[in-house]
C-alpha cells in the first residue's frame, strides 16, 4: 500500500478516470425520481429501484433528440458512461440516450429489423401494385369477434354493396396471430378469388401490435400476388406490415374505403358519361344529317352527268388532238435541224473542205519555201562575194604577199620582227620566193604621209 497523501482533487480524479476506464457505455433500467429542469435546458434526476439509486445528468444537446417528457415515478432504459462530478465526489451517470421501459426492447428491434428488410428492397416503392378501380371480390383478413370487421363491412355496404366479400379470420394478437395470418394469406393467393386484400386490426399498444411487425408476416405480404391493403391500429401507428404492403390506410374503415370505390361517386360518373354519350350521338347525328344534306345537294340526274362527261370527253379529244399536232410539228423540226447538222457533218464535205484547206497550206509553202530559197542564196551570195574580200588570197592577186619566218612559219607583220641578213619566205598567190634582208627601215610617220600621198596622186593619174 502507498503511503502517498493525495489531495481530494487529485483523488476524485484519479477514481474519475478509473471509472470511466473501465466502463465505456452501459444500459441501465429504473425509475425517475427528484427530476430537476433548470434554465440551462439540462435535466437532473435520480435513477432508482427498491433499494439502490444513483444520480444521473441528461445534458441539453442528448435531451432534445428524445420525443416524449420526462417525469417523476417513469420507469426508463438508459445508455450512458459512468463517471464521477469531482466538485462534489459524486458517482453519476451521464446520459446519452433514454426511452421508457418496456417499449424500448420492443422499439429497438423494431428499428433493426425496419432497417434490414429495407436494405432488401421489401419497402420499394417500385414493388407497390396500383389496386384495382373496380374489384368484383374483396378478401378481409382480421379477427372475427374485433370491432375492425364490423367497422370494414358496414363501409363496404355503404361504398360498394355489389362486391363479393370473403372473410379469412385470423387472430390479430397474441402467439396465434402471426401463423393464422400468413396462413390466411397464403390461403388467399391460392384460391385467387379475390381482386384485393384487406389485412386490418384496431388500434393498440407497441406489443398489441407486434404481430404485424413479423418478419415472417412481412414477406408474406411482399410475396402476395394479390394487392394487399393494411389498416392497422390508428393513423399514429405504424407497422413493418404498412411499409410492406402496397396500400396504407390509417384505420380499418380507411382501409375498406382505399379498397372500394364510392356509390355515389360511381353513380356520378355514370351520369356524367351518360350525359357526354347523349351529348356526343346528338352531335353526331347533326353531323352526319349535314353531312347527308350536302351529298344530296351534289347528287345530279345521271343524263346530266353524261352530258357533262361527254363535254369533257369532247374538250379532252380536243387537246389532245392539239398537243399531237404540236408534238408532231416539234419533232418533225427536230428531224429537219438534226438533217442539216448531218449533212453538214457529211465525210464528203468534210475531205473537200480538208482538201481545199490543204492545197492552200501547199501553196503557201511552196510560196515560202521558193522566198527562203531565195533569200538563202542571196545572202549566201553576199557573205562569199564579203568572205572573198576579205581574203588573204585575194589580197594576194592584187600584188601583195605574206613574209614568213622560214624556220618556224611564223607571220611577220612589222619590220621590227625583221633582222637585217634574216632569210624570208614570201608567200604570193601562185607560189613563194626566198629572200635576204639587206636593210630594215621603220617609216617615220612623216614620211609615211608623204608615201601614202604620193601614191594616192599617181593611182588617180
Not at 446519452?96 to 433493426?112: C, H, I, M, S, T
Not at 389496386?131 to 379477427?143: E, F, N, W, Y
Amino acid at each position: 500500500m502507498s503511503d502517498s497523501i493525495y489531495t481530494v482533487r487529485q483523488f476524485n480524479q484519479e477514481v474519475r478516470e478509473l471509472i470511466e476506464t473501465s466502463y465505456k457505455q452501459i444500459w441501465v433500467e429504473g425509475e425517475i425520481s427528484n427530476l430537476a429542469s433548470p434554465s440551462s435546458g439540462h435535466m437532473y434526476f435520480t435513477l432508482k429501484e427498491k433499494d439502490a439509486q444513483v444520480r444521473c445528468a441528461f445534458f441539453r444537446n442528448r435531451r432534445l433528440k428524445i420525443s416524449f417528457d420526462l417525469k417523476n415515478g417513469q420507469a426508463v432504459h438508459l445508455k450512458g458512461r459512468p463517471s464521477l462530478y469531482e466538485a462534489r465526489g459524486e458517482f453519476q451517470i451521464l446520459v446519452d440516450y433514454l426511452e421508457p421501459a418496456g417499449e424500448g426492447l420492443l422499439r429497438r428491434k423494431f428499428e433493426q429489423l425496419k432497417n434490414h428488410l429495407r436494405q432488401e428492397g421489401l419497402f420499394d416503392i417500385s414493388h407497390k401494385r396500383r389496386l384495382p378501380d373496380m374489384p368484383g371480390c374483396i378478401g378481409i383478413i382480421t379477427s372475427i369477434s374485433g370491432a375492425a370487421i364490423q367497422d370494414i363491412l358496414s363501409t363496404l355496404k355503404r361504398r360498394y354493396p355489389v362486391a363479393d366479400i370473403l372473410i379469412y379470420p385470423a387472430a390479430v394478437q397474441g402467439e396465434r396471430a402471426v401463423p393464422e395470418i400468413v396462413r390466411a394469406l397464403s390461403q388467399a393467393n391460392e384460391m385467387r378469388a379475390c381482386d384485393v386484400i384487406l389485412l386490418a386490426r384496431g388500434g393498440g399498444s407497441l406489443e398489441d401490435l407486434w404481430a404485424f411487425n413479423e418478419e415472417v408476416i412481412v414477406r408474406a405480404i411482399y410475396s402476395s400476388h394479390i394487392p394487399v391493403v393494411t389498416g392497422i391500429g390508428h393513423e399514429v401507428d405504424l407497422t413493418l406490415s404498412d411499409l410492406s404492403a402496397d396500400h396504407r390506410a390509417a384505420t380499418p374503415t380507411a382501409a375498406a374505403e382505399s379498397a372500394s370505390p364510392d356509390r355515389i361517386e360511381i353513380i356520378n360518373t355514370i351520369a356524367s358519361t351518360y350525359r357526354r354519350l347523349k351529348i356526343g350521338l346528338d352531335h353526331s347525328l347533326r353531323s352526319n344529317s349535314q353531312h347527308v344534306d350536302i351529298l344530296m345537294s351534289r347528287l345530279r340526274h345521271p343524263v346530266d352527268l353524261l352530258h357533262t362527261h361527254g363535254t369533257q370527253l369532247l374538250n379532252l379529244q380536243t387537246r389532245l388532238m392539239f398537243a399531237w399536232k404540236t408534238t408532231m410539228y416539234t419533232n418533225e423540226m427536230s428531224t429537219l435541224r438534226l438533217c442539216q447538222k448531218l449533212d453538214n457533218m457529211s465525210p464528203k464535205l468534210l475531205i473537200d473542205r480538208n482538201q481545199f484547206l490543204l492545197n492552200s497550206l501547199n501553196k503557201r509553202l511552196a510560196r515560202v519555201t521558193n522566198a527562203l530559197s531565195t533569200e538563202s542564196a542571196r545572202k549566201l551570195s553576199s557573205l562569199t562575194a564579203r568572205f572573198q574580200a576579205l581574203s588573204p588570197k585575194h589580197t594576194l592577186q592584187r600584188g601583195y604577199s605574206i613574209l614568213r619566218d622560214p624556220s618556224d612559219g611564223r607571220l611577220l607583220p612589222n619590220v621590227g620582227s625583221i633582222r637585217k641578213g634574216q632569210t624570208l619566205e614570201a608567200e604570193m598567190t601562185d607560189g613563194w620566193v626566198e629572200c635576204i634582208v639587206k636593210n630594215a627601215n621603220r617609216y617615220h610617220p612623216r614620211a609615211t604621209a608623204i608615201r601614202d600621198s604620193k601614191q594616192t596622186r599617181t593611182k588617180s593619174k
